[in-house]
């Protein structure tokens, strides 16, 4: 397969849509599964000690069963649930927000039901480009604010009557 395919925003965003929509219907039906997601994509809310994510390697599993998948909610483009890290009485709990475009693989019962062979932009293309689109955004703005000012002067305007 060719890459260019693979990297193709439309292919990117079905594969997107239906992991979504087969994580919805796991979710709904209570079974439990587990993903295998890259974890460029995997953010964690309050953030994990270094301690812990030291030992993280580029794709990362998780089990969602019990209270973390009573707790697991497809939001926009975006798997979430409550999880804990850590044993005993060292446990840490998180919000965890997985990109449904990083979930390479979902399984039940480590039979894989969906294989994501899709390749997304990574996040830090993705943030480059918001970035400079928010900075074309900004110097559109400023010359639309000069422009208003230009005009504002009644010589000026008639340099366009």
Same mark, same amino acid.
């Given at each position: ?33 587990? &993903?295998?997601?890259? *974890?460029?994509? #995997?953010?964690? +809310?309050?953030? $994990?000690?270094?301690? %812990? ?37 060292? &446990?840490?709990?998180? *919000?965890?927000? #997985?990109?449904? +475009?990083?979930? $390479?693989?979902?399984? %039940? ?53």
């Amino acid at each position: 397969m060719e890459d260019e395919f693979l990297s193709n925003d439309i292919f990117v965003s079905m594969m997107r849509v239906h992991g979504g929509e087969i994580l919805d219907l796991l979710i709904a039906e209570n079974i439990n599964f587990s &993903i295998v997601a890259n *974890l460029e994509g #995997v953010f964690f +809310e309050p953030p $994990l000690p270094d301690k %812990i994510t030291r030992n993280f390697r580029p794709m990362i599993r998780f089990d969602l069963a019990n209270y973390t998948l009573s707790s697991a909610k497809v939001y926009g483009k975006m798997l979430q649930f409550e999880t804990g890290f850590g044993s005993g009485h060292d &446990i840490i709990g998180t *919000l965890v927000s #997985v990109r449904l +475009e990083s979930i $390479l693989q979902i399984s %039940i019962q480590n039979e894989p039901i969906f294989l994501n062979h899709s390749i997304p932009k990574s996040f830090a293309e993705e943030l480059e480009e918001l970035q400079q689109e928010q900075k074309e955004e900004q110097k559109e703005e400023k010359l639309n604010k000069s422009l208003k000012a230009f005009m504002q002067n009644p010589e000026n305007k008639k340099l366009f009557d």
